[in-house]
């Protein structure tokens, strides 16, 4: 059977957690044939895997440089105004009804982008015109700073760079599986609309939700963002309604999937998982109170609230060592050197080290009595269930799927506070009974219900059904992802 | 989750309960939740999110960034979930979005670098009369013609290619193409040579020279797109300093081997520098290299969309080359190499690039700001069109300045004695500076096609009528400028082309 894989910014361009697992799946199931699409911003990025042999083509899509070249060439045909009106006027309606008209419109724009170029249509003085006139018209009476040409132009490019998935041949195969909802629906959708090709959306974080995130600080002016982001909002909702299955890496990111109109019935989450045989139990521990951290040097992992928290640590307990494992991504270092300034002022610059990439990533989980994590947004991380997998007990932020995979197994804290991620550490480097009762426990849960072979099989499973053509048998009851929560939450009595 | 395909910042907002601020106190607080018990109060601590917000869901990802989870807000204002507190949240603070950062002005530059390019670009002018030694006997023009048609056109296609990888953010790869690049560059001249010694009967000196020109041209350019304009000016010492010492001196025979030597130094000092350079930043000289670090394999050097794209470009070259060399070339004996008072009038013109690439960027500043104040096309047209005129006006006065002061100076050092009949000439040379400079405008907002094709028809014309002398050349040079400018008000007047 043929699978054609949509990702963005991911495999196998990048490193990461929804690399890995893409990584792991295709390998997973070599009896069928994977034609990838991967989408990423400019030619200058190299792929970072080496493909596995059942691999059988790859497309880049290229978000920005010059339109496709060649392939716009002989493509005459201009973009009908009545389309690009449409499009502007279904953007700018954030009225619900208008959802299904956007998929008409989007489908109409992709059957067009294959005869003509999209690209050109929505870079033309035409469009910036419908949309400056279009804003015109609305904006009289909001009372907000009015759009400017510089928006309109802005605006019009964002999208036409957003579009240009659609230009590119749609790729067939059997089963169209977005590894990300967003852009990486694009191809998908326009596979689908071809060649009726069933459509699977996989989803680690939430799309739209990182998109909020991301725009909340600019660069964009208001006027742009809220037509970017209507964009993207719009895109996401038609990425769940047109997907046969939807399958989040959590349960707590089906709340957003139902609240942008996902059918219940159709998702079906699935965890992330790892190779037991990669992580066997760890014996022993190490002589010196250790916490171990495990992860990329960014922002969104949000080292401060640890290190703070890790001062308090070590007021209480002078002898407690951090040891932080993993690089910054390119661009990220100055993030690196703001934590090391950190640590210097909070006076734990000796106790707290930044020890860089490690070879073997089980060491670093052998180099702590506990794991830790303090990230503001996850999906379902990768490190607390390799540790868990090593029968490591931890402490995590309760963030994305963090309590599903933790359970009763360890602590769950708030994400940015650091009295009570201190509180957590000290409960568990303290009593060293309930530190190895709860690392047994998270080893048995881990080999339970987070391995990989659990997920292969599960797709597989989908896979076969969603090839048939036939609906997938209704998925047991999932837990409200709010009822999982750890076995001591100590600022559950805070609240 | 997965890495930014699309331009935007990325960096989480600060805390707005304020964790990041205020003096590190090592104790272990109470572990009491810092979040208020009300959502009025609540609306306050997000009031700028609230504000900005493009609707409901940005205000919920928003709280979930902050640690609220569904449990947390039923238990503490009693709503059923963060997507419902947000909607109330969303009602009761009104939309007052924050204009975001300036960003940084790209073309906010120092008006030295044009001005240093100006000079790089004049510079070369006065080793032409210098080397008129070298530059005797049969079949001279031919080599000079063939040498700066081959050489331009090299240069600009290589230029090309370089900017466009330095624009993919890929530094050592485009540094790796403009080593390679310039390598086939010069072997490319020197076929050019090879064949034009075939075709016509040249003296071996003039060859040598034609070949220097060319690896200086291929060499300035890489020193150019690498961003190493100053180490053109150690290129060009001994050429430019040894010929002018020998000019002023009134050309002494004995001297005119060590000229020839200082002219032979400056395209060797132009390779060797510029090898040198692009071997630094592509990684191959020192430490290991980056590539060499992150252990990946390079991505492709060349690419045939790429190619394509460079044809213009180097067809570009080819002909703007032509267009100035026509003036100085045309009228001379087939045995002389060069004629002064025309090498002499081209000369403000190359000086006068410097002003060109200013205005330039005087263009783009203007146009933006322009954008950013405007809502009607019409108005943005019209506008548009006002300052592009302006630039090309400011853009003539200088060039003319320029005209003014090289005259001044040539004859101060009794280089010629000035006399009516150069006006026409120099006029030749201002109107083909503006009509270089509405190419260039249209070029660097992306119109490349037309420019071309209208200089190669006046370059067709100016070979045609070159009996006819320098008051054809005055006509089509004239008219190149008023079409070029009129086509350029035409797309520059239009919003979308100054995307940015």
Not at chain 2, 33 to 45: A, I, N
Request: aromatic share 8%; with cysteine.
């Amino acid at each position: 059977m043929k699978v054609a894989m949509m990702t963005e910014g991911t495999y196998p361009f990048g490193f990461g957690g929804v690399s890995v697992w893409c990584d792991q799946i295709i390998r997973g199931m070599p009896g069928y044939d994977f034609r990838l699409v991967a989408i990423v911003a400019t030619d200058a990025e190299q792929v970072v895997w080496s493909l596995p042999d059942n691999v059988s083509s790859m497309v880049k899509v290229l978000l920005w440089g010059p339109p496709l070249a060649g392939h716009a060439a002989g493509r005459r045909e201009a973009l009908p105004l009545r389309l690009l009106r449409e499009l502007v006027d279904t953007l700018l309606d954030s009225s619900a009804e208008v959802q299904p008209r956007f998929g008409d419109v989007l489908r109409e724009l992709s059957e067009f982008a294959q005869r003509g170029s999209l690209s050109a249509g929505l870079a033309s003085e035409k469009a910036v015109r419908l949309l400056s006139e279009a804003w015109r018209d609305r904006w009289s009476d909001t009372g907000q700073p009015a759009p400017t040409l510089h928006d309109a132009v802005t605006a019009m490019q964002l999208l036409e760079h957003s579009l240009r998935p659609l230009s590119y041949p749609p790729v067939q195969a059997d089963i169209g599986h977005a590894v990300t909802n967003g852009l990486g629906v694009l191809p998908a959708l326009a596979a689908k609309w071809q060649y009726g090709m069933p459509m699977l959306v996989t989803e680690h974080g939430v799309y739209l939700r990182e998109q909020y995130l991301q725009n909340r600080r600019g660069p964009y002016r208001w006027p742009v963002k809220a037509f970017h982001l209507g964009f993207m909002r719009r895109l996401c909702a038609l990425g769940y309604s047109e997907a046969e299955t939807i399958t989040p890496g959590n349960v707590y990111n089906r709340r957003w999937e139902e609240r942008l109109g996902a059918e219940p019935k159709r998702i079906r989450t699935v965890y992330n998982g790892v190779d037991p045989a990669n992580f066997p139990a760890l014996t022993g521990e190490p002589e010196v109170p250790t916490i171990s951290w495990v992860g990329r040097i960014d922002p969104i992992k949000d080292l401060e609230t640890l290190l703070r928290a890790f001062s308090l640590v070590h007021h209480e307990m002078p002898e407690a060592r951090l040891r932080l494992f993993g690089s910054p991504p390119k661009g990220r270092e100055p993030y690196l050197q703001r934590c090391r300034a950190l640590a210097t002022d909070l006076g734990i610059g000796e106790v707290a080290t930044f020890e860089g990439r490690i070879e073997n990533i089980r060491d670093a989980y052998d180099a702590g009595r506990i794991v830790v994590l303090s990230s503001v947004s996850e999906g379902f991380p990768y490190s607390l269930i390799e540790a868990m997998t090593c029968g490591r007990t931890c402490v995590a932020t309760d963030v994305g799927g963090v309590t599903e995979a933790v359970g009763d197994t360890g602590l769950v804290v708030p994400p940015r506070n650091p009295a009570l991620m201190a509180q957590g550490c000290l409960t568990l480097l303290r009593d060293a009974e309930l530190r190895h009762r709860l690392g047994a426990a998270a080893r048995t849960r881990a080999l339970e219900n987070f391995t990989v072979d659990g997920a292969i099989n599960t797709f597989d499973e989908i896979y076969s059904f969603l090839g048939a053509g036939r609906p997938l048998p209704t998925a047991p009851p999932e837990p409200d992802a709010d009822d999982q929560s750890g076995e001591l939450l100590p600022w559950d009595a805070a609240v | 989750m997965s890495a930014p395909t699309m331009p935007v910042r990325r960096e989480p907002p600060p805390h707005p309960s304020g964790n990041g601020a205020g003096p590190e106190v090592a104790t272990a607080a109470p572990a009491e939740d810092p979040r208020p018990r009300d959502v009025e109060e609540l609306c306050e601590q997000f009031v700028l999110v609230c504000e900005s917000a493009v609707d409901p869901l940005e205000i919920s990802s928003a709280l979930e960034f902050d640690g609220l989870s569904d449990q947390a807000v039923r238990k503490r204002y009693g709503v059923s979930d963060v997507f419902a507190l947000a909607e109330e949240m969303y009602r009761r603070v009104p939309r007052r979005p924050a204009e975001p950062e300036p960003l940084p002005d790209p073309w906010r530059v120092s008006k030295l670098r044009p001005a240093l390019h100006g000079l790089l670009y004049g510079l070369p002018t006065v080793c032409f009369p210098a080397a008129a030694g070298l530059l005797a006997g049969r079949g001279v023009l031919s080599v000079l013609i063939v040498a700066l048609l081959t050489s331009w056109a090299l240069s600009q296609a290589l230029a090309y290619l370089g900017y466009v990888r330095l624009g993919r953010g890929d530094a050592p790869q485009a540094a790796r193409l403009l080593l390679v690049g310039m390598a086939a560059g010069t072997v490319g001249v020197v076929l050019a040579m090879a064949v034009t010694a075939l075709v016509a009967h040249v003296h071996i000196p003039a060859l040598v020279f034609g070949v220097g020109l060319g690896a200086y041209m291929l060499g300035a350019t890489v020193l150019m797109v690498l961003g190493a304009e100053r180490l053109l000016l150690v290129v060009l010492a001994p050429g430019v300093l040894g010929s002018a010492v020998f000019l002023v001196l009134g050309r002494p025979p004995q001297l005119e081997y060590a000229v020839w030597g200082a002219l032979a130094a400056t395209p060797l000092l132009a390779l060797g520098l510029a090898a040198g350079r692009a071997a630094r930043e592509a990684g191959l000289l020192g430490r290991g290299g980056r590539r060499a670090r992150t252990g990946l394999s390079p991505a492709k050097l060349l690419v045939a969309a790429d190619l394509r794209g460079a044809l213009p470009s180097a067809g570009f070259g080819l002909v703007a080359a032509g267009l100035l060399v026509l003036p100085v070339a045309v009228g001379l004996p087939a045995h002389q190499g060069t004629n002064t008072g025309a090498l002499l009038a081209s000369l403000p013109l190359a000086l006068s690039m410097g002003a060109a690439e200013w205005m330039l960027i005087w263009f783009r500043r203007r146009t933006q700001k322009l954008l950013r104040a405007t809502q009607e096309l019409r108005v943005f047209s019209i506008r548009a069109r006002l300052v592009l005129f302006a630039a090309l006006s400011q853009y003539l006065a200088a060039a003319m300045l320029l005209a003014v002061a090289v005259i001044a100076a040539a004859t101060e050092t009794r280089l010629i004695y000035p006399h009516w009949t150069l006006l026409p000439q120099i006029a030749v040379y201002m109107a083909l500076g503006g009509a270089m400079f509405n190419a260039l405008l249209l070029q660097a907002f992306g119109s490349r096609t037309f420019p071309l094709v209208a200089c190669a028809v006046a370059l067709a014309v100016e070979v045609a009528c070159r009996g006819l002398g320098v008051p054809a050349q005055l006509v089509v040079c004239t008219e190149l400028l008023v079409v070029l400018a009129g086509y350029a008000a035409f797309v520059l007047g239009k919003a979308v082309r100054h995307a940015c």
